[in-house]
């Protein structure tokens, strides 16, 4: 597949794609969760107990919600605290993050380490904000760049193509894949999220953090991931796929109410989460 490609050919990639039956599946364990939270009277000690059944994940989730990632002044000692802490939906993204990077954290380690610093600055400009959801718009940035994992999983040749025009041109990753792809992993984001039946503060950024200006349902998450995503690239954290900074979208921007003094504020929150890099990486 090359750049001159005929147009159909790509649109019945799309097509294929579509199709696909082997995306990441949700761990029966956030199967289950996810069945418990909808019902209202789900107590977090009984999620808790469920989550605590995994060994692993449960240290997963207790080295993350204690790390300076969350800047929590008190330390979580328990999968319960750290439901009533950090809200089920925080919890639930970081199970799903971790299972997901679990599969391809030897040949990608580095856009694990640009979803956390995303998160990272996620958190840093919900703050800023005021916003009461600052700990699942951290999800959201968590989690905005999965599409990626799925196109790598179900379509390596392609994923090959993709970094060959990144490595060979002043390309965007995004750029290169609706060159190669006629659609890019936001989209492959998208069909995640409607697989894992996550809700639109999380789904609708990951459908268009390249595109904030578009969302409707949740557009100042859609925004501030969209602005995290930037911010963490400028600082130089992990690997989204290509080296290049893009312009931050002023519909965003001017959408959130920011000024340009707000940025030396977001930088103080973020820097000491980023320090913190290392050892949350080393999770996976």
Not at 57 to 77: H, T
């Amino acid at each position: 597949m090359t750049s001159q490609q005929p147009i159909q050919d790509r649109v019945q990639v799309k097509r294929d794609i579509r199709k696909i039956k082997n995306l990441p599946t949700v761990p029966g364990i956030v199967a289950k969760i996810s069945r418990m939270v909808e019902n209202p009277e789900t107590s977090a000690s009984e999620v808790g107990r469920l989550i605590s059944q995994d060994q692993v994940l449960s240290a997963k989730v207790l080295r993350m919600a204690n790390s300076a990632f969350f800047g929590m002044s008190r330390k979580i000692s328990s999968i319960s605290q750290a439901l009533v802490i950090l809200g089920f939906e925080v919890v639930k993204g970081l199970v799903l993050t971790s299972s997901v990077f679990d599969m391809i954290q030897k040949s990608m380690a580095g856009l694990w380490e640009h979803s956390i610093g995303c998160a990272a600055a996620s958190g840093a400009v919900a703050t800023i904000l005021g916003r009461a959801d600052a700990e699942e718009i951290l999800v959201a940035g968590l989690l905005h760049d999965l599409g990626k994992v799925v196109l790598a999983l179900n379509l390596p040749d392609e994923m090959r193509l993709v970094v060959d025009k990144v490595q060979s041109g002043k390309v965007l990753f995004y750029e290169a894949e609706h060159q190669v792809l006629d659609f890019d992993h936001s989209e492959l984001g998208q069909w995640l999220a409607e697989h894992w039946n996550l809700p639109d503060s999380l789904a609708e950024p990951m459908r268009l953090h390249h595109r904030p200006e578009k969302a409707v349902i949740k557009p100042e998450c859609a925004a501030i991931v969209h602005i995290a995503d930037v911010i963490v690239r400028a600082k130089g954290f992990g690997n989204a796929g290509d080296p290049l900074v893009p312009p931050i979208s002023m519909a965003a921007w001017e959408m959130l109410g920011l000024r340009k003094t707000d940025f030396l504020p977001i930088l103080e929150i973020l820097e000491p989460k980023l320090s913190s890099l290392v050892d949350i990486t080393s999770i996976n």
